[in-house]
């Protein structure tokens, strides 16, 4: 497996580097230049945070890095260690223990001035700022996200639209400054593009065989969840959309001799990318679509920013209701024309991982073709067996070969 | 030793948590009524009254766990996964309908597996407030209990009128006062009545016709006197904190060493009959205002009055010796805020102690030796 040929890797890396590199300046540099650091969720309107002019800082993205760098079980033994239990979701032991940890190897978690929750995504991130909005004594936001059971929801809708107009208010006691909807239009301007160009992408995934699928994603996906508002995201995706044609021209794939599309369900197995990827490759399939990367498909309304903001917002598949989810998986399925599926029973994503076991049931049946369930976290390797892993995959693969005789 | 005790109501309490499913069962076959499930906590059962119908609370099962493993995860939380697991094991056959309140990611999530497995003619996601402390709060609730009361009129065919829910609200305070006093007079006499008997018939009354409820609980109280005396009687006081107080033997461990429970926030237990709602004017607002002003838990922190402010003031008002933390095993909410809890008690001289919880929890040995060692460093005597 190890001598697998990997697809070289892509121009734009370096953008890539380039740009993490000034994001992580920024916010080290955001207290001198006296730039405010509010913390923020991945599905929340950080478009307001940009355009008053602070800096939005992801936690879950600290998170992220530290499990890729498979230093999540040291972080969290430090929030063990406060009474923390290593049960709770892996990104916020990895937040929580760097706050007390002595040794930072992937870097300190940047201070918040300001937290901005938003329990959309789930109730852990809306608990984890709560917790750290008391130990790093700065004010806390809870934009409160009542799940989307059945679409339209007029009154979720409105609760969210009323609580923007309370948040910019916030937003204006703190700052001190007036809030300006010109730039918010400016930063949806950015936002609306930058998702554009990030769909364009991640559809040519659907081409057989394909130049980018879901691991290329997971390494891309940064400056559409962090900078998404940003012009900087825009040029970026610019660029990587131009190199992922490029390579439909000179024929770069992602894995040779592609014979499997497979939809993946949901945050990747962060400190196991690498291995993970290697699996697939070398049973020619490649992992087309998943939920998670295809998160990020805002295209707001600029003549009615705000309602568009909160309509956006709260209909997002992390706030919806078991039915929905199911349908926007069949949908993403069918649209990248997928032979199997693979589910990730995620120890530390409980929104995610609760249900799966009845959805396997529902999608067999539905789509007609294999898929699996493996047990893992995606953080930390203390809940993770690769024996376990290969174990369940196996058949898998077996029940995929046997489709395409 | 209080000898006027009305042993035959305690004894119906008992009755009544060993075959959790009698009273509504009898109740449905003699009124050809409607029972509506619900999990804790923070459901407006009084709109379900006035609907008619038996609202039925409930508090987990000892039945059936293994059932959850095919839908639900080991690590879920087993409130969640023994309630469930009662569904799938037939036991809640006679429901015609299931409310599910969202206040956590399980509570979130639970509903569309449970919708696809044992479907019900009702199943309300019903979605209480996370936040409280700004004007869009009052506003969407009332919404959502508008929601709420339309499904439940959409059940039955017909609207619920203001006499009905006035009526309704009526019953409930008075079933809200009841309990408060017997917890009351439990403070003020722990002889009276054990500390387990109380949550029992906490639990008990969540599953009971709430005319009969308070018939039993009017009746025993007329027989509970407290002896002035026994306020100074040397029993260690503790607080119990947390989601729900499981297993119930519990409070036997603390009583046992010399202890006795003198107050809670737990889900059954003060946390059901906190507060309540004002009879005169615009009654949806008046439910509304009881939310508002719930005591904090960990899925509901006003932060203009956390939750670890409360615990501290709550247990000190009590004058509890000591608090247990119970902590119900895979809770997130309840993990996030332990560490705060912790630390306020102790910066408030409260001696505090986490022990952590299952339902469907076998070894009681356990947590029969960690109440121990608690209450032996708060002093008390193993008077086993």
Known sequence: MSNKRRAKPFKTTAFMKELMAKYYADGAAAAEAGIPVAWVTAVSPVELVYAAGMFPYYPENFGAVASARKIADKLSVVAESKGYSHDLCGYARCGIGDAYASEHPVGEIVKPNMLFGCNTQCGTLAKWFEVASRYYKAPYFLLDTPQVVQDPDDSVTSYYLEQLYEFIAFLEDFTGKKFSFDKLNEVLYYANEACRLWNEILDTAALKPAPFGFFEACFHMFPIVTMRGTKDAVDYYQALRDEVYERIEEKTFVVDDEQFKIYFDHIPLWPRLRWFSDIFAEHKAMIAVSLYTHSWAYSFDLDRPMESLAEQYTREFVNRFFDYRIDLKLDLMRRYNVDGFILFSNRSCKPNAIGLYDKQNILSREMGIPGVIFEADMSDLRFFSEEQVLNELRPFFEQLKATAR | MNTGLNV?????????????????????????????????????????????????????????????????????????????????????????????????????????????????????????????????????????????????????????TDEELKESIKLYNSNRDLLSRLFDLHRRDPSLISSKELYNIVVASMIIPRDKLNEKLTSLLGTLKPNPESEANGKIKIFISGTFLEPLEIADFIEETGGVVVGDDLKNGSRYFDGNVAEEGDLMQNLVDRQVKKMPSASFDDFANPRSDYLVNTARGNGADGVLLLHLKYCEPENYDYLDMKTALEEAGIPVQKLETEFGQTSLGQLQTRVQAFMEMLGGVDLV
């Open chain 2, 8 to 160: 035959e109501a305690l004894e119906y309490f008992n009755e009544v948590t060993e075959d959790p499913c009698r009273e509504a069962r009898l109740w449905k076959e003699k009124t050809d009524g409607r029972v509506i499930g619900f999990l804790l906590t923070d459901v407006p059962e009084e709109l379900i009254h006035a609907a008619g119908f038996f609202p039925y609370g409930i508090s987990g099962g000892k039945k059936w766990l293994s059932l959850s493993d095919a839908h639900l995860q080991t690590w879920t939380c087993s409130y969640i996964r023994s309630s469930f697991a009662m569904a799938l094991g037939g036991e809640y056959d006679f429901f015609d309908g299931l409310v599910i309140p969202q206040r956590c990611d399980e509570s979130r999530m639970v509903m569309g597996i449970w919708k696809n497995q044992r479907p019900l003619a009702l199943m309300d996601n019903f979605r209480p407030l996370r936040q409280v402390g700004r004007p869009s709060a009052n506003r969407y609730f009332l919404r959502e209990l508008d929601r709420f009361k339309k499904g439940l009129e959409g059940l039955r065919g017909s609207e619920i």
